[in-house]
């Protein structure tokens, strides 16, 4: 099946933080399964690259947007690689061929009747490029995001007709509880819409950094609405050679509560309007916080995702965030957060189980694991659950989903301790024959971690799959993640996945270098 997750596209007026990197590693989380599940998967990420936050930053440096854009867009394409995110194409809005599919699909609009055009006037936050409506504005006209003064704007534009799409939204909100995730953000959204929809610029005469509307080239479209097009658009170039926008769509989007408006309101109008289907569903998340207040540029309080990963390497900064921030909640992190993390949970309880128990079989089965059956006790701890983790990842449930599999890393270590297989061991020294009670021990050991390491591949993907290969069974397929559905052999050396020495250097870890 195919199946399309993004994430959302990032400004390029700031370099990347941790907080960019967050809805980055959840998507992943969300590919990486869903290819585990046979999936034909489109994980899409990239770059918002219009709009007057971007002309203003290039005129103040005196360089074209163009050239600001084409200085900033890779320093967010470069965090896949350290992120181990594995993303299949990065989406530019300056791309002229995002650009000419957003001039064909809002004339769609146009033309089906929804767009007018009339004069505007109202407040207006150029660092949300939003349209403030009357809730949403701050003490003296100031806006509750950025606190900064809203500027009041006053412009010919042409206008997309939301406020037809009032009825049809309560609609789609009524018959797919679900769509959005978690309900405190479905619940906003509905408020919001409750409220009564106002009509919205489609297009800004004010501003020429942008994509030229084409029946009045004085005009460019609203950025938002050519940045929420690129979940679409870049489906027909983003696969060389195959246009996947049929067997994709609709996609699947991971976005932060900042956008829910434009993602849970305008979004799935503008979609209504152009005779194309709804997405599937948007997972929101909260905000990461540093010291109680939400990581951004803006503050000067972000934590660069480079150092981070240099320190603890991919696996645990992904695991960190995950684990300790439950997805859709605000949650602070800190790299001492992380290095408590790392210590207690990747080095303790799933780096010490598989060392131990790849080590055992080698020291009494010379690495052959025992072709017996699992214990009755763990495969009885470990039924459903891959349906179980299904369930909650498709329902936007990231960190629950990760703790259930956490509750069976920490079962697998309290059998050790109950088995204790060098007690075992040692029976088996005055009865050489009476093998089988350590044999189940280690196959059960054996099979468990390969099943916890096919489950945590989502959150883990390197550490896993050197599990994995030192297991001798290196595959990831989801059907086959239950203690017992693996092949009976050899183990092979197994160096520390998260070496006590990693993240010692506080410096590199600290706040980033570009924390503007
Ligand atoms: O909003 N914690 O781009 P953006 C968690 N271009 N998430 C955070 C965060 C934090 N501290 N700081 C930022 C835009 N984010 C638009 C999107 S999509 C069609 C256009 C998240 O670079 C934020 O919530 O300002 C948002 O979802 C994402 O980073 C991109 O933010």
């Given at each position: 099946m195919g199946y399309e997750v993004t994430t959302p596209i990032f400004y390029v007026n700031a370099a990347p933080h941790l907080g960019h990197a967050y809805s980055t590693i959840v998507a992943d989380v969300l590919a990486r399964h869903r290819r585990q599940r046979g999936d034909d998967v489109f994980f899409l990420t990239g770059t918002d690259e219009h709009g007057e936050p971007v002309a203003n930053v290039a005129a103040e440096r005196g360089i074209t947007p163009q050239e600001l854009v084409d200085e900033n867009a890779p320093k967010f394409a470069a965090m896949r690689e350290p992120l181990e995110s594995s993303s299949d194409y990065f989406v530019r809005t300056s791309d002229e061929r995002h650009k000419a599919a957003v001039q064909e699909l809002l004339t769609r609009v146009k033309d089906n009747g929804h767009v007018y055009e009339d004069d505007y006037e109202g407040w207006y936050c150029p660092k949300c490029a939003d349209f403030k409506t009357d809730s949403e504005i701050g003490e003296?006209?100031?806006?509750?995001?950025?606190?900064i003064d809203l500027l009041r704007e006053r412009e010919r534009n042409w206008f997309f007709r939301l406020s037809a799409f009032q009825e049809p939204l309560e609609r789609l909100f009524a018959e797919r509880p679900d769509w959005v995730v978690p309900a405190v953000r479905r619940n906003e959204a509905l408020a919001f819409i409750k409220g009564g929809l106002q009509d919205v610029s489609l297009s800004r005469a004010a501003i020429s950094w942008g994509v030229p509307v084409p029946w009045d080239p004085e005009h460019v479209f609203y950025v938002w609405w050519d940045a929420l097009l690129n979940y679409r658009t870049a489906?027909?170039?983003?696969?060389?050679?195959?246009?996947l926008t049929d067997s994709h769509w609709p996609p699947v989007h991971v976005i932060g509560k900042d956008i829910l408006k434009f993602h849970a309101i305008y979004w799935p109008a503008l979609l209504m309007a152009a005779g194309i289907e709804v997405p599937r569903r948007l997972l929101v998340g909260g905000f990461l916080l540093v010291d109680g207040a939400k990581m951004s540029k803006s503050r000067g309080n972000v934590l660069d995702p480079f150092a981070a990963v240099e320190a603890f390497g991919a696996d645990a900064v992904r695991f960190y965030l995950l684990r300790e921030v439950a997805f859709g909640s605000d949650g602070s992190v800190s790299i001492d957060g992380l290095r408590a993390r790392y210590e207690t949970e990747l080095a303790n309880d799933l780096g010490n189980l598989a060392s131990r128990s790849l080590a055992m079989v080698r020291r009494y089965r010379d690495g052959r694991i025992p072709d017996v059956a699992v214990d009755a006790e763990i495969a009885d701890a470990f039924a459903g659950l891959p349906d179980t983790v299904t369930t909650m990842l498709d329902e936007g449930r990231i960190s629950q989903a990760l703790d259930e599999i956490w509750q069976r890393v920490r079962r697998l270590n309290r059998y050790v301790e109950e088995r204790a297989p060098w007690t075992l061991a040692k029976a088996e020294k005055d009865?050489?024959?009476?093998?089988a009670a350590l044999d189940t021990v280690l196959r059960t050991l054996t099979e468990g971690v390969r099943s916890v390491a096919v489950l945590l591949h989502p959150w883990l993907p390197a550490s896993t799959v050197r599990l994995l290969e030192a297991l001798d069974a290196p595959s990831l397929v989801w059907d086959d993640a239950l203690p017992g559905g693996g092949p009976v052999t050899t183990v092979g050396d197994l160096p520390?996945?998260?070496?006590?020495?990693?993240?010692?250097?506080d410096g590199a870890a600290g706040r980033g270098a570009d924390a503007g």
């Amino acid at each position: 099946m195919g199946y399309e997750v993004t994430t959302p596209i990032f400004y390029v007026n700031a370099a990347p933080h941790l907080g960019h990197a967050y809805s980055t590693i959840v998507a992943d989380v969300l590919a990486r399964h869903r290819r585990q599940r046979g999936d034909d998967v489109f994980f899409l990420t990239g770059t918002d690259e219009h709009g007057e936050p971007v002309a203003n930053v290039a005129a103040e440096r005196g360089i074209t947007p163009q050239e600001l854009v084409d200085e900033n867009a890779p320093k967010f394409a470069a965090m896949r690689e350290p992120l181990e995110s594995s993303s299949d194409y990065f989406v530019r809005t300056s791309d002229e061929r995002h650009k000419a599919a957003v001039q064909e699909l809002l004339t769609r609009v146009k033309d089906n009747g929804h767009v007018y055009e009339d004069d505007y006037e109202g407040w207006y936050c150029p660092k949300c490029a939003d349209f403030k409506t009357d809730s949403e504005i701050g003490e003296g006209n100031t806006c509750p995001i950025h606190g900064i003064d809203l500027l009041r704007e006053r412009e010919r534009n042409w206008f997309f007709r939301l406020s037809a799409f009032q009825e049809p939204l309560e609609r789609l909100f009524a018959e797919r509880p679900d769509w959005v995730v978690p309900a405190v953000r479905r619940n906003e959204a509905l408020a919001f819409i409750k409220g009564g929809l106002q009509d919205v610029s489609l297009s800004r005469a004010a501003i020429s950094w942008g994509v030229p509307v084409p029946w009045d080239p004085e005009h460019v479209f609203y950025v938002w609405w050519d940045a929420l097009l690129n979940y679409r658009t870049a489906l027909a170039f983003g696969r060389e050679g195959e246009d996947l926008t049929d067997s994709h769509w609709p996609p699947v989007h991971v976005i932060g509560k900042d956008i829910l408006k434009f993602h849970a309101i305008y979004w799935p109008a503008l979609l209504m309007a152009a005779g194309i289907e709804v997405p599937r569903r948007l997972l929101v998340g909260g905000f990461l916080l540093v010291d109680g207040a939400k990581m951004s540029k803006s503050r000067g309080n972000v934590l660069d995702p480079f150092a981070a990963v240099e320190a603890f390497g991919a696996d645990a900064v992904r695991f960190y965030l995950l684990r300790e921030v439950a997805f859709g909640s605000d949650g602070s992190v800190s790299i001492d957060g992380l290095r408590a993390r790392y210590e207690t949970e990747l080095a303790n309880d799933l780096g010490n189980l598989a060392s131990r128990s790849l080590a055992m079989v080698r020291r009494y089965r010379d690495g052959r694991i025992p072709d017996v059956a699992v214990d009755a006790e763990i495969a009885d701890a470990f039924a459903g659950l891959p349906d179980t983790v299904t369930t909650m990842l498709d329902e936007g449930r990231i960190s629950q989903a990760l703790d259930e599999i956490w509750q069976r890393v920490r079962r697998l270590n309290r059998y050790v301790e109950e088995r204790a297989p060098w007690t075992l061991a040692k029976a088996e020294k005055d009865a050489p024959d009476d093998t089988a009670a350590l044999d189940t021990v280690l196959r059960t050991l054996t099979e468990g971690v390969r099943s916890v390491a096919v489950l945590l591949h989502p959150w883990l993907p390197a550490s896993t799959v050197r599990l994995l290969e030192a297991l001798d069974a290196p595959s990831l397929v989801w059907d086959d993640a239950l203690p017992g559905g693996g092949p009976v052999t050899t183990v092979g050396d197994l160096p520390p996945l998260f070496p006590k020495d990693r993240g010692v250097d506080d410096g590199a870890a600290g706040r980033g270098a570009d924390a503007g």
